[in-house]
């Protein structure tokens, strides 16, 4: 891998490229250009004796992140290992195409999760069901990896990228259930995937991401605490880019998880009330509607106006739909007594 010349990255981050922003701390940001949209999902690449990239984007735009990488000088040979936070696909989608341009990289993801990248087949049936025509559009088919290739790593794990540089692997569910953060001790910098949420252009506020079909509050709640303890110095989020200063970020994600949550629920037992009634279904759009116009602020009317984008990359990545559902399962789940203990 060739390393830019001294003194070029700018002090607090920049483009080189529509694809490739470089930060203070030698992290390398690939745009995977996401549905045609830039700064939607993040690949990041951490420079060391052995490589690692953290995301890789989904399938169908994965020749945006490849060229990005041939981009910052990375030869097939070079990557050791691509690390992900999690399967969904905006994630892990082009994870079988990024093994098979570095023929060297273990793919390393949760051992909950990672059966489901030897063998797609069931991820990517259930995605096309959740997705619908966007699965085709925008996210793709996730391709088998051979097992040999891929580590399934535990709360604790370690990768060592040389050079004295570590990453620790924290399992981190609530979003899903197979979620796991990284820790990079060489920058103290925390990519935390989807378990603190997203905040993209044009939003005032971090939202949470709280989809189906497993989210699960107290372990989101959790999960953002053992973030805190560390107290890192930096915070990547997948969607998207680094959020400062990162205390008070994980502090705002657990206040506005908190709130989404408490906000959802109220709506959720005054749907069921008003039908008097086992859950019929239309409790989620009760709730769906309620979180739009509570959190209505979330967006800059005035950057949205100068970026046509905006709205979209929400409703793509954190829609109220998608969160309502998955938190009225959460609460259906929690009343039945039928929650999987998750941490």
């Not at 009330?273 to 602020?297: N, Q, S």
């Not at 970026?307 to 109220?320: N, Y």
Request: glycine share 10%.
């Amino acid at each position: 891998m060739s390393e830019p010349p001294a003194g070029t990255e700018p002090p607090t981050g920049g483009s080189a490229s529509p694809r490739v922003h470089r930060y203070e701390d030698g992290i390398v940001a690939i745009d995977t250009l996401t549905g045609g949209m830039t700064e939607v999902t993040a690949g990041y690449l951490l420079a060391a004796p052995r490589p690692a990239l953290i995301e890789c984007g989904p399938a169908k735009p994965i020749e945006h992140l490849l060229a990005g990488l041939d981009e910052v000088g990375m030869d097939p040979d070079d990557l050791a290992y691509l690390v992900l936070t999690h399967i969904h696909l905006d994630h892990a989608g082009g994870a079988g195409d990024v093994a098979a341009a570095f023929p060297n990289a273990t793919v390393v993801v949760s051992e909950v999760g990672a059966r489901h990248l030897h063998d797609p087949s069931r991820l990517n049936r259930s995605a096309r069901q959740v997705y619908g025509e966007l699965f085709d559009t925008i996210y793709g088919a996730c391709t088998p990896i051979e097992a040999e290739r891929i580590r399934g790593v535990a709360d604790g794990d370690v990768l060592d990228l040389g050079g004295g540089r570590e990453l620790e692997l924290l399992y981190t569910p609530g979003h899903a259930k197979h979620h796991v953060g990284v820790h990079d001790h060489g920058t103290d910098a925390i990519f935390s995937g989807d378990s603190v949420g997203v905040k993209l252009p044009g939003m005032t506020h971090l939202r949470p991401a709280t989809p189906p079909a497993d989210f699960h509050l107290d372990a989101a709640l959790a999960s953002l605490a053992r973030y805190r303890e560390r107290s890192p110095e930096r915070l990547y989020l997948a969607h998207y880019g680094p959020v400062d200063p990162p205390n008070e970020a994980l502090a705002e994600a657990e206040d506005r998880l908190r709130l989404w949550a408490s906000t959802a629920e109220a709506a959720y037992y005054e749907a069921l009330a008003e039908v008097g009634t086992a859950p019929t279904g239309t409790e989620i759009d009760h709730v769906a509607e309620t979180l739009r116009r509570r959190f209505a602020d979330e967006i800059d009317a005035d950057l949205v106006a100068d970026d046509p984008d905006a709205v979209q990359r929400l409703e793509l990545l954190s829609g109220v739909d998608s969160n309502a559902a998955g938190l009225v399962r959460y609460f259906q789940r929690r009343d039945e007594g039928t929650l999987t203990e998750v941490g």
